[in-house]
């Protein structure tokens, strides 16, 4: 009965268009769990700005990492994110956004409003969920813009496609502790040393 169970989940775990029996997409799910694996990313929004802060790893002391930057990509003048996953991935997305962004202000001699430009980025990530001989981008991340239409936003994506705005919020490895943490130290529009307790957090549970 066991081994019939076994068999019957693998038809649902190699196809990113078929729900299984109890309404789960495991790749979604699979792309998920690459994601928890990855350095802790924190975001927090205050009045005058907003704090992106990542955790690089170590993958190796004879690595020569000082002219890559896997966390922090600069999108356009008023936006930026902050990168938890598949770096590879990463970079197809960062790139799209970018060229989004260009394509926008060179049309409209306008920056992107920081809303509009990550739905469409969204729209494209929920399409490798929804087609067949594709799989979902295995990376979160938090973008940190302004606009004038609704001045600093902090706002995060899943490989679902799903997006969110925050006040405070972390990806990556021991996100749910971060979270928690980030959540306890809100104090009526800011947050009481929240990136470093977060970080301290995720390095102790280590």
Known sequence: RRSVHIIM????????????PEGRLFQGEYAMA?????????????GDGIVLAGEKKVVSEVLDNTGTAEKMYQIDDHIASAVAGITADANILINQTRLVAQRYRYRYQA????????QQICDTKQGYTQYGGLRPFGVSLLYGGWDRH?????????????????????????????????KQDWVRGHVTGGVQEAG???????
């Open 111 to 118: 920056p992107m409003p920081v809303e509009q430009l990550i």
């Open 200 to 206: 301290r957090q995720g390095h102790e549970q280590d």
């Open 34 to 46: 690459a994601i928890s694996e990855a350095g802790l990313c924190v975001g927090i929004l205050a």
């Open 150 to 182: 609704y001045g600093f936003q902090l706002m995060s994506s899943d490989p679902s496609g799903n997006y969110a705005g925050w006040k405070a919020h972390s990806i990556g490895a021991h996100n749910q502790g971060a979270n928690s943490i980030l």
């Open 9 to 20: 989940s693998r038809r649902y775990d190699s196809r990113t268009t078929m729900f299984s």
